[in-house]
């Protein structure tokens, strides 16, 4: 079993901070590349920004130099941060992750819960 937690979701202001953070546990061997996605109501669910084991990053052009992707390989988490956010980032928010079970030779994709963030004064 694999589970993605996400947390630190909530209101935040324009032009505020606000940061994102997704753990992954349970029978995992390996994770390859972990990533935070967002769906705003009436859109298609979105890339935000991924990163690779070695810390390669990619970003959404909407995002870039506001927000930063990071990873532990240790602790197995992801974090987002988001810095002047704008009322268009307003989203839930999704952990997903390429894992590699215990005793399994595939990866395969797995969902948080998400969270919702809100970009409002």
């Known amino acids: 079993q694999v589970q993605l937690v996400e947390s630190g979701g909530g209101l935040v202001q324009p032009g505020g901070s606000l940061r994102l953070s997704c753990k992954a546990s349970g029978s995992i061997s390996s994770i390859n590349t972990m990533g935070w996605y967002r769906q705003a109501p009436g859109k298609q669910r979105e890339l935000v920004a991924d990163i690779t084991t070695g810390g390669s990053t990619n970003y959404v052009e909407s995002v870039k130099g506001r927000f930063t992707i990071s990873r532990d390989n240790v602790q197995n988490t992801v974090s987002l941060q988001m810095n002047s956010p704008k009322p268009e980032d307003t989203a839930v928010y999704y952990c997903?992750?390429?894992?590699?079970?215990?005793?399994?030779?595939?990866?395969?994709?797995?969902w948080g819960q998400g969270t919702q963030v809100t970009v409002s004064s």
């Open positions: 997903k992750a390429s894992i590699r079970r215990s005793g399994r030779h595939r990866y395969s994709d797995y």
